[in-house]
């Protein structure tokens, strides 16, 4: 049986997803939190330039374009968000949806190859719905500043399950990059 992914459910989850950057909220972190060494890889996706409901034409057409260019995914789909909604209008939101490829692959436009670079990030595992993802982001970086990093780059979303009419929403699963430095 085929499953039918919702991608109103990632667009609506990552709407919020920026509001905690600069949060003063103090909270106990519920979730493991660790410190990652990442190898650098390669990724294609679709750069956007606005808001967040716009994620599931964006993922619907990067979609059809890998395969109109016969491209094979080799990981889950991921999210790179650049943009602090508290700092940006929600149409000067900038972020990217993609796939991680094979370093060989070549990439037509209006697809961009790109290789994530950023070597060391603070991660977490959000299990639940995306409209709460920034609860574990508000983690992340709460536990980061206690533990003497700071961000150096964006925010990775990794999904590791998607959204479908057998997924309850508790069931979620996105791992959260955090790039960071020590301080």
């Not at 920026?18 to 003063?24: E, N, P």
């Not at 993609?98 to 697809?111: A, R």
């Not at 959260?176 to 301080?183: E, F, T």
């Amino acid at each position: 049986m085929q499953k039918k992914i919702s991608m109103t459910g990632i667009s609506l989850g990552f709407i919020f997803l920026f509001f905690v950057f600069h949060s003063s909220l103090q909270c106990v972190p519920s979730t493991e939190i660790t410190v990652k060494e990442i190898t650098p890889f390669s990724y294609c996706c679709l750069h956007h330039k606005g808001p967040y409901s716009d994620m599931e034409p964006i993922i619907t057409q990067l979609i059809a374009i890998m395969q109109n260019q016969n491209l094979a995914p080799t990981g889950t789909l991921l999210s790179v968000y650049y943009s602090d909604p508290g700092q940006v209008k929600t149409q000067d939101l900038e972020w990217e949806v993609g796939f991680p490829i094979s370093e060989q692959v070549s990439v037509e436009p209006p697809l961009i190859k790109k290789q994530w670079t950023h070597q060391l990030v603070v991660q977490a595992v959000h299990a639940g719905p995306y409209e709460k993802t920034s609860e574990t982001i508000t983690e992340i970086l709460e536990w980061m500043s206690s533990h003497g990093y700071v961000q150096d780059g964006p925010i990775l979303g990794f999904y590791l399950n998607m959204p479908d009419s057998e997924t309850r929403p508790e069931d979620l699963k996105t791992e959260i990059w955090v790039s960071c430095k020590k301080d």
